[in-house]
């Protein structure tokens, strides 16, 4: 055990904390969750993460853990071909083909799509999928017209939803089962999503910006990827890739796609700027003009490896900080565009304020650890307006805000717990305060917009939020047994299992039980 875990709060106690704050900030009692959806959340005498994960705080370090061609560049020139005319990295090697989820598996774990391939699977469900035990019956049952959110004991229960059928895979089972809605084939699936089959019950839509990998041109894969804040997805493999899987990443994190390319990451989420559900961020170039000047931090005790990856962390830290002034900036505008109340508007535009002192912040930091000043270049805002509708922005802030917020406050607040490096703390003990002010802006905002909509949007919406904590529930249950670095952990970075547990609770601990408080409660059509 490490000198100072025993002192720390338990990740569920700090899950529980941010639950009820956010509860009381919409008017809820804690209770109106019910219970179910937060089962073992509050135990403080175990371990503080879900289902048997280590905590965040583990002992194990490496100082000498492995690192990518040594300081890596902000700006994605890493690749994967290797630098001097060096032999290519195999983008598969030793492919097999899974007949269940009919994709192509490479021997370094990544999956892709050779063809789009109709998912097979027992029609209907077996009876007893999802259903089996441990369920209370608190919201479950039949009903008809059954929502997404709707709890359920069998296969029946989701019967009006097409191709319905009682998912308890939620956590591995840790969550009371759900109904979910499948799909054949991608034709069954959005505009940039395709259908990823699942072989007992029906495939999932997740978003895709290809179909199969000859969409993606000569020596390159149509492959499963991470996102920025846990939404996987599948993207056209690039030159600019700096991995290809998290394993490539060591304590770097995860390997997530963000928005160019993929990329190690463990920064916090924060608010992402999305266009066509991809988030947008802006490269890091040599500036001293976004820095904040009052932070110092101590390189007492670091290796020349371990301070580049702090400069990488926080530079990427300052790149997601800096992409939510645009994602605040955007819903400022959508916000005036709807009529929103005013006090709605006033929150963003502090939220906003804060997102731009987080990123000086994160720049100082970054360009401390790095000996060099950093900041961000321009933002690309092409198409950032695409669709004004109540029912766009809603989804909208559902996944940057309901979600990545939420995510976003769990790990600064996780981190600074953690954290030793005394501008380190203050920093993240900031971000905490401030990410939590804004889920609490995305949450009311949220039921603001069902108040405004008719009963086929709030189903809508229902369906897209159980989407959405679908798409980051399976990121965060990815295998991942590296354990952080204690002395990177003292200046802010979270890696490996830790980083998965903090996603895991702040998903199934906060945003799921909030969610389903909100689309219990009743809200009308307006007259």
């Known amino acids: 055990m490490s000198r100072t875990q025993s002192s720390r709060t338990p990740l569920s106690k700090q899950a529980g904390i941010l639950r009820s704050s956010l509860l009381l900030s919409l008017g809820l009692s804690p209770l109106a969750c019910g219970g179910t959806a937060i089962t073992g959340a509050e135990s403080d005498g175990g371990s503080s993460s879900q289902a048997g994960a280590p905590s965040y705080g583990g002992s194990e370090s490496f100082a000498g853990a492995t690192y990518r061609a040594g300081a890596p560049s902000y700006g994605g020139s890493i690749s994967l071909a290797g630098a001097g005319g060096a032999t290519p990295v195999p983008v598969c090697a030793s492919p097999q083909f899974n007949p269940i989820t009919k994709l192509i598996t490479c021997a370094n774990g990544l999956r892709h ?45 989701c019967a009006s939803l097409t191709r319905g059928y009682c998912d308890n895979s939620s956590f591995g089972g840790f969550e009371p089962p759900v109904c979910r809605s499948g ?14 089959c699942d072989g007992d019950t029906p495939g999932r839509c997740v978003s895709s910006n290809c179909q199969v990998d000859s969409d993606c041109g000569p020596n390159a894969l149509c492959a499963e990827t991470g996102g920025l804040c846990g939404a996987p997805s599948f993207q056209c493999t690039s030159s600019l890739d700096e991995c290809l899987t998290s394993a490539d990443c060591g304590t770097q994190g995860t390997c997530a796609f963000n928005g160019s390319y993929r990329s190690c990451n463990n920064a916090v989420c924060g608010r992402p700027f999305l266009i066509d559900e991809t988030p947008r961020m802006a490269a890091v170039e040599a500036r001293a003009d976004w820095l904040d000047a009052t932070l110092t931090s101590s390189m007492h005790g670091l290796t020349p490896v371990q301070r580049a990856q702090l400069a990488a962390h926080w530079a990427r830290l300052g790149q997601l900080e800096h992409a939510s002034i645009a994602a605040f900036a ?8 709807l009529g929103a109340p005013s006090d709605l508007v006033e929150a963003c535009n502090r939220a906003l304020a804060d997102e731009t002192a987080h990123a000086r912040t994160c720049f100082a930091l970054a360009s401390a650890y790095g000996g060099t000043p950093v900041g961000p270049a321009r933002l690309d805002i092409t198409h950032c307006f695409e669709d004004t509708s109540l029912l766009a922005i809603a989804k909208l802030v559902l996944r940057e805000g309901c979600i990545g917020e939420t995510v976003a406050s769990l790990e600064a607040l996780a981190a600074a717990e953690v954290a030793s490096d005394r501008a380190v703390k203050q920093a993240l003990t900031r971000i905490a305060r401030d990410e939590l002010t804004h889920a609490e802006l995305a949450f009311n905002f949220l039921r603001w917009a069902l108040s405004q909509s008719s009963a086929e949007e709030r189903h809508e919406l229902a369906r897209e939020a159980a989407q959405q904590l679908a798409d980051f529930e399976s990121d965060a249950r990815t295998d ?8 990177l952990a003292a200046h802010g970075l979270i890696a490996g299992e830790a980083l998965r547990a903090i996603h895991w609770a702040a998903v199934r601990d906060v945003t799921r039980p909030l969610l389903a408080a909100l689309f219990d409660v009743d809200t009308p059509s307006p007259a």
């Not at 999928?129 to 929502?147: L, Y």
């Not at 799909?183 to 990823?196: A, E």
């Not at 991942?480 to 002395?487: E, N, T, V, Y």
Request: with cysteine; proline share 5%; glycine share 18%.
């Open 183 to 196: 799909c054949l084939d991608d034709g069954d699936c959005g505009y940039k999503q395709i259908c990823i």
């Open 330 to 337: 955007r819903f400022n505008l959508q916000l005036l565009s």
């Open 480 to 487: 991942d047994r590296s354990r952080m670095d204690d002395r």
């Open 113 to 157: 799509r050779e063809l789009g391939l109709t998912c097979s699977y027992t029609q209907p469900p077996p009876p007893d999928a999802g259903g089996g035990g441990g369920t209370t019956g608190d919201g479950a049952g039949g009903e008809a017209g059954a929502v997404e959110f709707d709890r359920c004991q069998k296969n029946a229960d």
